[in-house]
């Protein structure tokens, strides 16, 4: 009897570590889908492509903590159009949960204002999940340009309107707003040189076809060699490239910060007990130790994790920056108004 006795209290002990160990779900009622469409509205291998691809499994496990309810986040890409097939898709897709997708700052503001875009108004079509990239903007002088320092360059681009080159991913990207952004705050005129993505954008520049290159920190540490000289559009100097000063370093200007916010969103009108689920997912998968060593592994551009609601003002911070250039944007013959 006293072997029975201790056999059930080792097996109870058991029992107990178990159900400590994976304890109850938080929200074991929300039923969640089987599976997730996630729309990329750029190609396979880019940014935001990866983007999804390393973060979605960490997601899909928080889910499932939070649920006991597994899913299956599947990755659609629909690229063109600078973006708005896939934005247009995710605009206009059911709000019931099966699909969700990445949006891309400032681009969708600028894109809905270039043209009647199929997801306007965005901040009324889109709601926000969570975002945890933003991928600076960094100005870079080729050393193959006939000017000495980035100063010199805006300079004779204020002295002599269009005799300097920038070359970036564009028209209507963040490069291209950052470029406008610069200009504004100095006084300069560039002659804009727009490719299609930031991979042949960045061909030029080490070629030495432009005299400046405007792209994110993963664009400088892949043609730095090129790089005469270099600065990041934000005020404080950037953990992942250290060595490069900031335009208030180089140029004594404030100008805030700039570059390409990737952000998970779905279509407004989700349930609100699944949209508490998503976005909480979303925190706990950002903030995932795995998660965060093999995004740096990736160059995928971390910050502090912004979710929910916070991520709203984010995307309409976006607007006001987006309203603020567009007159820009119209001078420069991009957006018909």
């Given amino acids: 009897m006293k072997k029975l006795i201790t056999g059930i209290s080792a097996a109870a002990f058991a029992f107990s570590a ?32 990866t983007l999804a691809r390393v973060t979605l499994p960490y997601w899909e496990k928080a889910i499932e903590e939070l649920t006991g309810q597994s899913t299956n986040a ?17 605009a206009h ?33 889109f709601t926000g999940l969570g975002v945890n990239v933003i991928d600076p903007n960094v100005v870079r002088l080729s050393k193959k340009s006939k000017y000495g320092s980035l100063k010199e360059a805006i300079e004779a681009a204020i002295a002599k309107p269009g ?24 006084g300069a005129k560039f002659t804009f040189v727009p490719f299609s993505g930031s991979s042949p954008a960045n061909r030029s520049f080490m070629a030495g076809e432009v005299d400046i290159a405007i792209g994110n920190a ?27 000063p900031t335009i208030k370093e180089t140029l004594g200007i404030d100008l805030g910060n700039f570059g390409s916010t990737r952000g998970f969103a779905t279509a407004a009108g989700m349930p609100e007990d699944l949209l508490k689920v998503y976005r909480e997912a979303f925190g706990i998968a950002f903030t995932n130790e795995e ?12 910050v502090e994790p912004v979710v929910g609601d916070a991520f709203t003002k984010v995307m309409e911070k976006n607007q006001e920056i987006a309203q603020e250039l567009l007159q820009l944007f119209i001078d420069g013959g991009y957006i018909k108004k």
């Fill in 163 to 186: 005799s300097v080159t920038v070359g970036a991913d564009g028209p209507l990207s963040d490069d291209h707003v950052a470029m406008y952004a610069l200009s504004k705050a100095t």
């Fill in 74 to 90: 599947v990755v659609v890409n629909l690229p063109g159009a600078g973006g708005e097939i896939g934005w247009t898709s995710l």
């Fill in 218 to 244: 993963f664009d400088h540490v892949k043609s730095k060699d090129s790089a005469k000289e270099a600065m990041i559009l934000r005020p404080e100097r950037y953990a992942l490239l250290p060595d490069v």
């Fill in 18 to 49: 178990f159900t400590t160990a994976f304890a109850a779900p938080k929200y074991p009622d929300v039923k969640v889908p089987g599976t997730i469409r996630v729309i990329v509205s750029y190609n396979a291998g880019g940014s935001s492509d």
């Fill in 93 to 125: 897709t059911r709000a019931d949960g099966t699909t969700i997708g990445i949006i891309n700052l400032p681009a969708v503001p600028i894109v809905e204002a270039a043209r009647n875009a199929g997801f306007e108004p965005w901040l009324e079509k």
């Fill in 291 to 302: 998660y965060m060593a093999e995004a740096r592994k990736r160059n995928i551009t971390i």
